[in-house]
């Protein structure tokens, strides 16, 4: 079936260290993002990549890395300089192109919840 | 950023009944998407509009995107219990931005 595997469901990080996230799709689309979402509150982007080898800030970057090194995988890193790491965590992908009235909407994994223990 | 005012932020709603929800954004958008999440998993695509006036439906659920471009609405018909979750709008400010704008999410829950 084709789709976005995001990996592990949950996952425990202790204080100062780092984790990294695993997002997979087998869907052929060019864009990527990660998402951070938090109780009652909207999703806020991280990073996201429109090619390979190639990726942007979002709005709450600071704290995270990522990398694009294939077209099918965009893992995200959540470092220890990141205070308030406890969330859930989406990733999307879609394709590009289109038109004005034809562009593609994103399509989401079923996140990663990160707690600190 | 762009911020999208979404509303209610909740609702609590007999199984049956009709279900009107809407956002607001402070600037325009070119593409409006509705979303609905379940507990613990990613949301998944309701409907996506892209013409200002647009009215769009999906069994169910009819959205519109508003004649200004700064507003879209989503209505949910007869409810029934797998409607609960939570719905969230979406903005693409423009053409050749891939970036999405969320709004807060309305939680539905239906009393039995």
């Known amino acids: 079936d084709g789709g976005i595997t995001q990996s592990p469901k949950y996952l425990f990080r202790k204080e100062g260290q780092n984790v990294t996230l695993s997002c997979e799709q087998n869907l052929n689309h060019d864009a990527m993002y990660w998402y951070r979402q938090d109780p009652g509150q909207g999703l806020r982007l991280i990073y996201y990549s429109q090619i390979v080898n190639d990726f942007q800030k979002g709005d709450i970057a600071e704290g995270y890395s990522v990398s694009r090194e294939k077209k099918e995988s965009f893992p995200l890193t959540v470092t220890s300089a990141q205070k308030n790491p406890t969330a859930f965590y989406l990733c999307a992908s879609k394709p590009l192109g289109g038109n004005l009235y034809s562009n593609q909407p994103q399509h989401f994994g079923d996140g990663t919840r990160l707690s600190i223990l | 950023g762009q911020q999208l005012n979404q509303s209610p932020q909740s609702m609590f709603i007999q199984e049956g009944e009709d279900v009107s929800m809407n956002c607001t954004s402070s600037?325009?958008?070119?593409?409006w998407l509705w979303y609905k999440q379940d507990p613990g998993e990613g949301p998944v695509l309701l409907i996506a509009l892209y013409k200002a006036g647009e009215l769009t439906s999906n069994g169910r659920l009819t959205a519109q995107f508003g004649i200004t471009r700064k507003d879209s609405f989503l209505n949910i018909s007869a409810s029934i219990p797998s409607d609960v979750g939570i719905y969230f709008c979406a903005g693409r400010p423009n053409f050749g931005n891939e970036k999405l704008t969320f709004g807060t999410g309305t939680r539905l829950t239906i009393i039995p």
């Open positions: 600037s325009i958008f070119n593409t």
